[in-house]
């Protein structure tokens, strides 16, 4: 499957950002679904995931309640609509595909999107 995320850009602090991740080759419903990110210096981090069916969602702590995973498997497609912004929000972000082994680690994931960066000003 392959992966195309979208929707980064500059927002100021407290503005809010959607992400898209688009997927081709195969079906998405197939698939559990994360977003990571990775800021300069520093590991890939675990943000959000969402199960198949969209039952069943997952935050890191820092963006609880302030960002939302959802996903459309009729578009094939997968969002993260990011709230309340912060400048350490500032990230590359990935969205991911995987087998659902595990949803907060990167190794669980088979399948990456080659990332959008969102820039967070204070």
């Known amino acids: 499957v392959q992966l195309q995320a979208s929707g980064g850009g500059l927002v100021q602090a407290g503005g809010s950002l959607m992400l898209s991740c688009a997927a081709s080759?195969?079906?998405?419903?197939?698939?559990?679904m994360g977003w990571f990110r990775q800021s300069p210096g520093k590991e890939r981090e675990f943000v959000a995931a969402?199960?198949?069916?969209?039952?069943?969602?997952y935050y890191a702590d820092s963006v609880k309640g302030r960002f939302t995973i959802s996903r459309d498997n009729a578009k094939n497609t997968v969002y993260l609509q990011m709230n309340s912004l912060k400048p350490e929000d500032t990230a590359v972000y990935y969205c991911?595909?995987?087998?659902?082994?595990?949803?907060?680690?990167?190794?669980?994931?088979?399948?990456w999107g080659h990332g959008t960066q969102v820039t967070v000003s204070s």
């Open positions: 991911a595909a995987g087998g659902g082994s595990t949803w907060s680690h990167a190794w669980g994931y088979n399948y």
């Open positions: 969402i199960s198949r069916s969209g039952s069943s969602t």
């Open positions: 080759g195969r079906t998405l419903s197939s698939y559990f």
